[in-house]
């Protein structure tokens, strides 16, 4: 038999009644601001979202309405390739590969507006943003960032496109273990070449952009050998096509359609005994003299290879940013077909509004808070990689920094858009499968963002490693704890040169009512003790478990190392989560205006309680939080996802982006004309006394 009693005490989600009321007071009590009904301002919002480079993202939002640079689906793959590379055109002709570049040579040095206009590229074609990135991010900057200045002459070439390039580091065999890397390119000192050689089909290069078609030359990575010694992964400037084809020695293939992207011409090439001057090898960390002594300003191997790599950040920069604008662009087409799509009624005659119904809320608002903390998130990103490399900040520590930051937030923002896209093209029906609405084409093109620049397993690992190098070199006998409170206290704040952060010195207990339990949860320092807690946990149990591997054979050492894998991705994946956390809690200082300050504050306890109660699991088994917490958690934001759901529109027209960056019917508005059509029909027909009576109502 029911217990009536214990039904009546609860609610549908299973939480006490008490409890729900209390979230509930808590939250009204909550949402004016000064006794007035919270508003934002769109258009001071949108100034902030716009980030440090405003003036420059403004422009390229403007540039890329040109039609000329959209994605058209139905093209042929030949199609699609020749305009990827007209739009490449269009780019040098407006002057927007400048800017990265050196003023000798026409450039401006502007690290940190080159990228924020590169990225807005993804909005118009998601192929014009790679291949741009691929000429210019890559090949172009790999010239100048591991070239000296006898290279330079190269670059007006580079950045005309009358000199297409690719960037051939990927073997097919090797992928991201760059350093084991097989193509060689062996020193001749009495012809003053280098001799570039693939042993075998696995060194081959692949997956290169430009490599299928357009691409003229390439730098090519490979084992540096001179007088019989291996000094390690260098890059050479290699010429690999004229206009009647591949030169000798070079062999290619094209790799025809892909999943996306398909403007891009990827391939693949190969070297049989391909010679290149000495002046050829890219010599800013490493050269060789004309009788084949090698020098370096770096002694370390080690070291002189991540500093190599290192200069090559800026496209896990640049995905950052890219993935974080495609998020908010497909939540910007979901969230307004939502506020107009009608479905179902609830006891009216009046069907409901997509975005009424809490579910839809909960696909979509949720995600909504993640792309925020991204957008803030990632304008820290910029401007600590233009602090770097404009020389502002450029200590071999501040490289170390920027390298960790870029490797912890690419994964996050690139999964969260194709996880993003595809709930929002399921939010949007059958609507949101056709390629008119770009939901799914955006998600083929930025699908391979997870694997490329890095593939996201591989980078969360490097920022684990990080976090753990960094204590083994300076707290060798330390205690687990003191692990804790180092990798949290230093590496988190070091990268953002002062977070704030700090050490939780006991477990967070129940507060005792839910009233507080709740007011409490809302609390920045709560939010962030019980985040910051998580991740010092983790790797504080890391460095235990790890700890014997000083002591094992280096293949002992691996295997243990091995059997912890999944917890240093998900130590890393956290530590990434809270510097998310932090960049969005920094953005609300930023906010003067009361009501919009209000709206991002709800927006902020959304993701920062949504981190927590994604990982209750943890959080339970670890004692962190009771279990009539957790139930408070789950509770308090759907409380706070209702509350939102008012602001949504303007909290994705915040983004910025016009009809003619969206260029998807459905949020066009064409919706609400057609509902309001159906609406007007069925007025009018009751209006008339003609109107069929309903069987049921008959009966």
């Known amino acids: 038999m029911t217990d009536t009693k214990s039904r009546a005490s609860t609610t549908k989600s299973g939480v006490p009644r008490s ?32 980030g440090t480079w405003a003036d420059v993202r403004r422009e390229a939002r403007e540039f890329v309405k040109d039609p000329a640079l959209h994605r058209l689906d139905g093209l042929s793959l030949e199609e699609q390739r020749e305009r990827a590379l007209a739009q490449l055109h269009i780019l040098v002709e407006h002057g927007s590969v400048h800017r990265a570049f050196p003023i000798e040579v026409g450039g401006l040095e502007d690290n940190g507006g080159n990228i924020t206009a590169f990225e807005e590229l993804v909005t118009a074609d998601p192929s014009l943003q790679i291949k741009g990135g691929v000429q210019w991010g890559l090949f172009g900057s790999a010239i100048v960032q591991l070239g000296t200045q006898r290279h330079r002459r190269l670059l007006p070439s580079v950045m005309s496109l009358e000199l297409p390039g690719a960037f051939a580091m990927t073997e097919i065999g090797h992928g991201s273990d760059v350093a084991s890397i097989a193509t060689t390119a062996t020193y001749d000192p009495d012809a003053r070449e280098f001799v570039i050689n693939t042993p075998f089909r696995a060194a081959w290069k692949q997956f290169l952009g430009n490599a299928g078609r357009d691409g003229r030359a390439a730098v090519v990575f490979a084992q540096l050998v001179t007088k019989g010694v291996n000094h390690g992964v260098h890059a050479l400037f290699v010429p690999i096509r004229d206009e009647n084809g591949f030169l000798p020695g070079i062999q290619g293939e094209d790799d025809g359609w892909k999943g996306g992207l398909n403007g891009i011409d990827n391939g693949t090439l190969a070297f049989d005994n391909v010679r290149v001057p000495r002046e050829n090898l890219l010599n800013k960390y490493g050269d060789v003299a004309e009788d084949g002594t090698y020098s370096s300003p770096i002694s370390s191997p080690g070291r002189r290879f991540f500093t190599m790599l290192g200069t090559l950040v800026q496209g896990r920069v640049s995905l950052d940013g890219a993935a974080t604008a495609a998020s908010a662009v497909g939540l910007a087409i979901a969230v307004r077909y939502g506020n107009e799509r009608r479905q179902f009624t609830a006891g009216t005659n009046e069907e409901e509004v997509l975005l009424d119904y809490q579910r839809h809320q909960r696909r979509l608002i949720t995600r909504l808070a993640t792309t925020y903390a991204q957008t803030f998130a990632h304008d820290e990103l910029l401007r600590k990689f233009d602090a770097v490399f404009s020389g502002a900040a450029d200590t071999d520590e501040d490289r170390q920094d920027l390298e960790t930051l870029a490797a912890a937030l690419k994964p996050l923002s690139t999964w969260h858009a194709l996880d993003t ?47 753990l190098t960094d204590f083994s070199s300076k707290f060798t006998n330390a205690d687990a704890g003191a692990l804790a409170a180092y990798v949290v206290g230093q590496a988190a704040e070091a990268a953002y040169h002062g977070t704030g952060l700090r050490t939780v010195a006991q477990t967070i207990r129940d507060f005792g009512s839910t009233a507080r339990s709740v007011k409490e949860l809302r609390e920045t320092n709560v939010q962030r003790e019980l985040l910051t807690d998580r991740v010092e946990l983790m790797i504080s149990e890391l460095a235990g478990r790890l700890r014997p591997a000083s002591r094992m054979s280096k293949k002992d050492a691996a295997e243990l190392f091995n059997s912890q894998q999944n917890e240093l991705i998900e130590a890393a994946r956290a530590h990434g989560e809270l510097l998310q956390w932090e960049a969005f809690t920094r953005g609300l200082d930023k906010i003067e205006d009361a009501g919009t300050r ?40 759907d409380r706070l996802l209702a509350r939102l759901r008012p602001h949504a529109q303007d909290l994705v027209d915040a983004f910025g982006y016009s009809q003619e960056h969206l260029r998807a019917p459905i949020s066009s508005g064409i919706e609400a004309e057609r509902q309001e059509e159906a609406r007007e029909y069925y007025r009018a027909l009751a209006a008339s006394g003609n109107a069929p009576v309903p069987e049921k109502k008959e009966k």
């Open 19 to 50: 409890m729900d009321a209390e979230i509930d007071g808590h939250i009204d009590s909550a949402s004016t601001a000064h006794g007035a009904p919270a508003v934002v301002d769109v258009a001071a919002l949108g100034d902030i979202l716009m």
């Open 421 to 467: 896209l595809q709930e929002a093209r399921e939010a949007c029906g059958g609507a949101g499968f056709m390629a008119e609405n770009r939901l799914v084409g955006l998600r083929a093109d930025l699908d391979v963002y997870v694997t490329f620049e890095g593939d996201n397993n591989v980078l969360l690992q490097l920022v684990a490693k990080r976090l």
């Open 598 to 637: 209000q709206v991002l504050e709800w927006l902020h306890d959304v993701f920062g309680l949504g981190l927590i109660e994604k990982h209750l699991s943890w959080y339970l088994i670890h004692g962190r939080l009771s279990p009539q917490r957790a139930q408070a958690i789950t509770a308090y934001i």
